[in-house]
């Protein structure tokens, strides 16, 4: 069976997951997180998309991203990717695959979700065991630019956060304001769902008009998706391609 395409729309953000092989570390050194964010930049320059969040972990990535293009994140993992495994294997005497196959994403309902996948990605670290109390205090995030104003070259705002206020400061203010607040547990599991299984997180509404604008099924027909639905046959027809 064939497999389908993610969903793009130019324009639309994604949040996209990449891990190591069987879970193993990615990053050993700083120079390691230092060399993928450059890296990452290069790519995102040279593929036109967008970085609004992201964390590096020590065996995976959480990146919040706008292409330009149809094809523009796939391209610039796929660039990202080819330096950085050289890299690695190349400092580490190794050889072999680094990736646990193809990256995951998910497209995202900007009015309902961008600030909470946002915070989801910045506290990764706070969730994980033993690393940080708070996402402030780790340094392979873009929780300093969004919350604190640190100089950031990788990340571009969205228009959702800057909506939060007029000038940066306010923006900066009302963006920490947001993390006093837990994130609930059915959003979390709603969000890793998701991501995991590319389907599109977002409203009914907003799932509605992608369904129809790419004319395939959104989510599993268990989530709400519509079995005598044109789309749904579409994408099952698809499939069997």
């Known amino acids: 069976m064939a497999r389908l395409s993610r969903f793009v729309l130019p324009g639309q953000p994604q949040h996209v997951i990449q891990r190591g092989n069987d879970r193993q570390n990615i990053f050993r050194s700083d ?48 660039m990202l990717g080819r330096y950085y495994v050289q890299y690695f294997n190349h400092c580490y005497q190794r050889t072999g695959t680094l990736w646990e196959g193809r990256y995951k994403a998910t497209l995202i309902d900007t009015e309902q979700y961008l ?22 205090e780790y340094p392979w995030s873009s929780y300093p630019f969004n919350a604190l104003g640190r100089f950031d070259r990788l990340v ?51 799932k509605k008009r992608v369904e129809k604008k790419l004319g395939r099924p959104v989510e599993s027909a268990g989530h709400g998706g519509d079995r005598k639905s044109k789309a749904y046959l579409n994408g099952i027809a698809n499939q069997r391609v």
Not at 115 to 136: F, G
Request: with cysteine; proline share 3%.
């Open 156 to 206: 571009t705002p969205h228009r959702e956060y800057k909506r939060l206020g007029k000038v940066d400061t306010e923006r900066q203010l009302e963006y920490r304001q947001l993390f006093r607040a837990q994130i609930a547990e059915n959003t979390l599991k709603a969000i890793r769902e998701a991501t995991n299984k590319a389907w599109v997180l977002g409203s009914e509404r907003f």
């Open 115 to 136: 600030l909470i996948c946002m915070r989801y990605i910045e506290l990764n670290p706070v969730r994980a065991k033993n690393m940080v109390d708070h996402p402030s």
């Open 31 to 78: 120079e390691d997180y230092q060399f993928y964010l450059e890296k990452l930049l290069d790519a995102a320059n040279k593929h036109q998309c967008d970085i609004h969040a992201y964390v590096l972990m020590t065996n995976h990535v959480h990146l919040l991203v706008t292409p330009n293009t149809e094809n523009g994140i796939g391209k610039m993992m796929q």
